[in-house]
């Protein structure tokens, strides 16, 4: 994000859900892609509310990959 809109997204402002979804988008073809490829991939990015981690599980089962949340503090 910080590449195509700079540093600190005010996450307030109404565009920024807007810009997080064109990144993602983004971003979906190239990790899908590597987990085709059996590559491992880290994604780094929200995954806040369970509705969007067990979406991305899907996502990820239906490429036949493993996913794994490891939470750092």
Do not use: I
């Amino acid at each position: 994000m910080t590449r195509l809109y700079g540093n600190d997204p005010d996450v307030e402002r109404a565009e920024f859900e807007d810009r997080r979804r064109r990144v993602h988008a983004q971003m979906e073809p190239v990790w899908s892609r590597c987990l085709q490829l059996e590559l491992d991939v880290v994604l780094d990015f929200g995954l806040w509310s369970r509705q969007e981690r067990d979406f991305l599980r899907g996502k990820m089962a239906a490429l036949g990959a493993l996913a794994r949340l490891y939470s750092v503090t």
